[in-house]
């Protein structure tokens, strides 16, 4: 090769390093919404689904406060039904709360109601949480009063927007927003994936309706969680968030961030005509990675998805993060972001397991797994025993065009069913060219 062809080479390849550099590095993974308290925060654990007396509970405020405490709660909400001929939101009701917080002031109590969801005539329902103060106690009653679908003799979904609009407005201005939680959400259906259009209509009325409850209460029923209609429980989960491709799956899919690692007690009696419900925190755990430890940072926990949920004591400080090359730390569940496609990134699940579960039976985890979703749907793509502790499982995802989701779960099994399990919220990743 001649001395001119090799310098033509050479120009070329200095065109081709110019281009290069015209056109910038190779984008590294960057944070999409990031969670400020992260390293910062603590845990808590939040029972934000119990009733009283004050509506179609058996037991006093204070009972449910004392027996919160014994099993280890942080913070409750007495989320008191909104039927019209009940004391949910009343002033009777505010005035035992705030006797409550005198009384306890190292137990977070938030005030909150049970909305009966238009149109579903009392079928439906979800849990509306307010920071304490004259503001949550106004949105509070009037929501009660112009919002409640129950006994309506005509039942229309224009209300249940229209009343999402109001309180989006109402609270437009507070340092704290309120929480709206979509709770049991497969327990009166013939199909869990019924409610999917009408969440994604809801959300786009308003962004203060953050998640589904997970897990249902009454978990000591004999039917669990009181479904008795076509859809049951899978492992004492609703199968919105249990079976995989669900209604959290095609939420998550549809791009809106949702969160449904919720498990509340729902408690209402503790003993009754054979039933039983067990008491806030005793079996059913939600844990709240919080930035204070305040009702405040109880709602700013709960909207920023940083929480997981268990069953029976299983598991402690759960982590589910997401590692990128160049990411400046691993994102939590509740976090989105953003890396080059074709980039494979690493999901890591840390926990600490007790050695006793809430029996004090001897504990353990049998199996973890990771759920993604992406375009194509949902699937569980990696399923083992877990490592040894903190970090019990790795494992590295290929993201491709369109991104993905993923969500963690694991389950110790019980001879004869049903298993006990905890859920994470997800991760979002994003692909970009």
């Known amino acids: 090769m001649t001395v001119q062809a090799w310098r033509w080479i050479g120009i070329g390849i200095c065109l081709a390093l110019l281009a290069a550099g015209c056109r910038g590095k190779k984008p590294q993974a960057e944070f999409e919404r990031q969670i400020p308290w992260i390293g910062t925060g603590?845990?808590?654990?939040?029972?934000?689904?119990?009733?009283?007396?004050?509506?179609?509970?058996?037991?006093?405020?204070?009972?449910?406060?004392d027996q919160a405490k014994i099993h280890a709660c942080d913070a409750i909400a007495l989320t008191e039904h909104t039927d019209s001929e009940l004391k949910g939101a009343t002033d009777e009701y505010f005035a035992a709360i705030a006797e409550l917080r005198a009384e306890h002031p190292d137990l977070i109590i938030l005030d909150g109601i049970e909305w009966n969801v238009p149109p579903g005539a009392g079928d439906d329902h979800a849990g509306l949480l307010v920071p304490p103060g004259p503001e949550g106690v106004h949105v509070l009653k009037e929501f009660k009063a112009r919002f409640d679908d129950w006994g309506r003799d005509s039942h229309d979904e224009a209300l249940a927007l229209t009343a999402l609009r109001w309180l989006s407005n109402e609270s437009a201005d507070?340092?704290?927003?309120?929480?709206?939680?979509?709770?049991?959400?497969?327990?009166?259906?013939?199909?869990?994936?019924?409610?999917?259009?009408?969440?994604?209509?809801?959300?786009?009325?308003?962004?203060?309706?953050?998640?589904?409850?997970?897990?249902p209460g009454h978990q000591g029923r004999n039917s669990i969680g009181s479904y008795e209609r076509t859809e049951t429980?899978?492992?004492?989960?609703?199968?919105?968030?249990?079976?995989?491709g669900d209604l959290w799956d095609q939420l998550l899919q549809g791009g809106e961030d949702w969160w449904g690692a919720l498990a509340f007690s729902d408690f209402h009696e503790e003993v009754?005509?054979?039933?039983?419900?067990?008491?806030?925190?005793?079996?059913?755990?939600?844990?709240?990675y919080v930035p204070e430890r305040t009702a405040a940072g109880v709602l700013r926990a709960l909207r920023a998805g940083c929480f997981f949920a268990d069953h029976g004591a299983i598991v402690r400080e759960v982590k589910l993060t997401v590692e990128a090359p160049g990411l400046e730390r691993p994102a939590w569940a509740g976090e989105s972001i953003r890396v080059p496609e074709s980039t494979p990134v690493v999901a890591r699940?840390?926990?600490?397991?007790?050695?006793?579960?809430?029996?004090?039976?001897?504990?353990?985890?049998?199996?973890?797994?990771?759920?993604?979703?992406?375009?194509?749907?949902?699937?569980?793509?990696?399923?083992?025993?877990?490592?040894?502790?903190?970090?019990?499982?790795?494992?590295?995802?290929?993201?491709?065009?369109?991104?993905?989701?993923?969500?963690?779960?694991?389950?110790?099994?019980?001879?004869?069913?049903?298993?006990?399990?905890?859920?994470?919220?997800?991760?979002?990743?994003?692909?970009?060219?």
């Open 42 to 65: 603590s845990w808590i654990k939040a029972d934000l689904h119990v009733h009283s007396r004050f509506s179609d509970g058996i037991r006093t405020p204070r009972e449910i406060a």
């Open 174 to 215: 507070w340092d704290t927003p309120p929480v709206l939680i979509f709770n049991h959400p497969s327990r009166k259906l013939a199909h869990s994936l019924d409610p999917l259009a009408k969440l994604r209509r809801f959300r786009a009325e308003s962004p203060i309706l953050i998640a589904i409850e997970g897990a």
């Open 233 to 244: 429980t899978i492992d004492r989960w609703d199968p919105a968030a249990a079976r995989t």
């Open 272 to 288: 009754a005509d054979g039933l039983h419900d067990y008491w806030p925190g005793q079996f059913s755990e939600t844990w709240l």
């Open 349 to 433: 699940v840390a926990m600490s397991v007790p050695e006793r579960d809430w029996t004090g039976e001897p504990n353990r985890i049998d199996r973890i797994e990771l759920i993604a979703v992406d375009a194509n749907g949902a699937r569980v793509v990696a399923a083992r025993a877990p490592e040894a502790q903190p970090i019990a499982f790795t494992e590295s995802v290929p993201v491709s065009k369109g991104g993905v989701v993923l969500r963690a779960r694991g389950t110790r099994l019980v001879p004869g069913g049903p298993s006990l399990c905890f859920y994470t919220n997800p991760v979002r990743v994003t692909a970009v060219r």
